[in-house]
Nanobody, 123 residues
Framework: QVQLAESGGGLVQAGGSLRLSCAAS????????MGWFRQAPGKEREFVAG????????FYANSVKGRFTISRDNAKNTVSLQMNSLKPEDTAVYYC????????????????WGQGTQVTVSS
């Protein structure tokens, strides 16, 4: 079992930055593909960013490409999401995810989820 705990959410003005962190416990995540998803009020949960087990492969939703950067530190069992140039439409609960499949996306099952952290971007 992998337990995931997100942190770093909060309230920020449009154009600002936040850095989300996901700390894993219970098992090393070094062999897991990791990802971030988000869910805004009244909307479906959507994929935001993913990173391969080695960190060499990174993939992003079009809506965040160029603004968000995903990274991981397997030695510390953590994954991060640096969010820059935030927009009000980025407001959502952000979830960390882990799976052994090589790809994480909206259309693939995810084995482990965190509880989420709220990000609110004011205009």
């Amino acid at each position: 079992q992998v337990q995931l705990a997100e942190s770093g959410g909060g309230l920020v003005q449009a154009g600002g930055s936040l850095r989300l962190s996901c700390a894993a416990s219970g098992r090393t995540i070094s062999t897991y593909t990791m990802g971030w998803f988000r869910q805004a009020p009244g909307k479906e949960r959507e994929f935001v960013a993913g990173i391969s087990w080695s960190g060499a492969g990174k993939f992003y939703a079009n809506s965040v490409k160029g603004r968000f950067t995903i990274s991981r530190d397997n030695a510390k069992n953590t994954v991060s999401l640096q969010m820059n140039s935030l927009k009000p439409e980025d407001t959502a609960v952000y979830y960390c995810a882990a799976d052994r499949r090589p790809i994480i996306s909206d259309s693939t099952p995810v084995a482990y989820w965190g509880q989420g952290t709220q990000v609110t971007v004011s205009s």
